[in-house]
C-alpha cells in the first residue's frame, strides 16, 4: 500500500466554484503534512503546512484527521491560476525532512 | 537569488552511458536530497544528506551515485544509464519545514 494516496483527478471546474481534495496516509508515524502545489513541467512549490487544528491561507483551508488519517485541502472562489497539480506529503515522526512521501498528486483545472 | 541550480535542464543519453546531473545551492542549508518524478506519478526519494560528507540512500537508490564533498554541491551520479531511469530529477535543499527544489532536469536513456 503507498504511503500517500490521492484521487488523481482530473477535476475540472468553473471559475468562482468551490473544490476539494482529499489525501490519505496509511503510516500513523507521520506527523507533518503538507500541500505542494506543482505547475506542469515545474517545481513543486509549498502551498500551505497542515496543522492538527486546522489552517487557512487566503482561500486554501486545510485540515487534518489523525484519527481516520487523511488530510484535506479546500480552494473556495477558484481562479484560472489556481490550475496546477496538488501535491500531497506526509512525514514521519522523527526523520529527517528528507523522508517526505509525496502522493501522485490531483490535477486541477479551472476553466473560465 | 539563485536558491537551487540544477544542470543539465535536458539530456538524452544512450543505453549503459553514464553522466551526472549537477545541483548547487547557495542558501546554506544543510539538508540535500535528490528525487525523481515519473509522468503522473509522486516524487520519490534517490538520496539525501544531511550534511557535508554524509550521505543516505532514499527508497530508490540502485543504479545512482551521489557525493558531498561541500555544503553547497550534491552531484547526482547515473552510472549505467537503463530507460527505467528515464525521469525528472528534482534536486531540493530544506531549512526547517520547507523545501526548497532545483527547476528539474529532464532526462531520456534511449
Known amino acids: 500500500r503507498k504511503e500517500v494516496e490521492q484521487d488523481p483527478g482530473p477535476f475540472n471546474v468553473p471559475e468562482g466554484a468551490t473544490v476539494a481534495f482529499n489525501c490519505t496516509y496509511s503510516n500513523s508515524a507521520s506527523q507533518s503534512f503538507f500541500w505542494y502545489r506543482q505547475d506542469c513541467r515545474k517545481e513543486p512549490k509549498l502551498l500551505m503546512s497542515v496543522y492538527s487544528s486546522g489552517n487557512e491561507d487566503g482561500r486554501f483551508t486545510a485540515q487534518l484527521n489523525r484519527a481516520s488519517q487523511y488530510i484535506s485541502l479546500l480552494i473556495r472562489d477558484s481562479k484560472l491560476s489556481d490550475s496546477a497539480t496538488y501535491l500531497c506529503v506526509a512525514a514521519h515522526r522523527g526523520s529527517t525532512l528528507g523522508r517526505l512521501y509525496f502522493g501522485r498528486g490531483t490535477q486541477l483545472t479551472v476553466w473560465p | 537569488n539563485a536558491g537551487v541550480t540544477q544542470t543539465p535542464k535536458f539530456r538524452i543519453l544512450k543505453i549503459g552511458q553514464s553522466m551526472t546531473l549537477q545541483c548547487t545551492q547557495d542558501?546554506?542549508?544543510?539538508?540535500m536530497y535528490w528525487y525523481r518524478q515519473d509522468p503522473g506519478m509522486g516524487l520519490k526519494l534517490i538520496y539525501y544528506?544531511?550534511?557535508?560528507?554524509?550521505?543516505d540512500k532514499g527508497e530508490v537508490p540502485n543504479g545512482y551515485n551521489v557525493s558531498r564533498s561541500t555544503t553547497e554541491d550534491f552531484p547526482l551520479r547515473l552510472e549505467l544509464a537503463a530507460p527505467s531511469q528515464t525521469s525528472v530529477y528534482f534536486c531540493?535543499?530544506?531549512?526547517?519545514?520547507?523545501?526548497?527544489f532545483g527547476e528539474g532536469s529532464w532526462l531520456t536513456v534511449v
Open positions: 544528506s544531511v550534511g557535508a560528507g554524509i550521505t
Open positions: 531540493a535543499s530544506s531549512y526547517g519545514n520547507t523545501i526548497y
Open positions: 542558501m546554506n542549508h544543510n539538508y
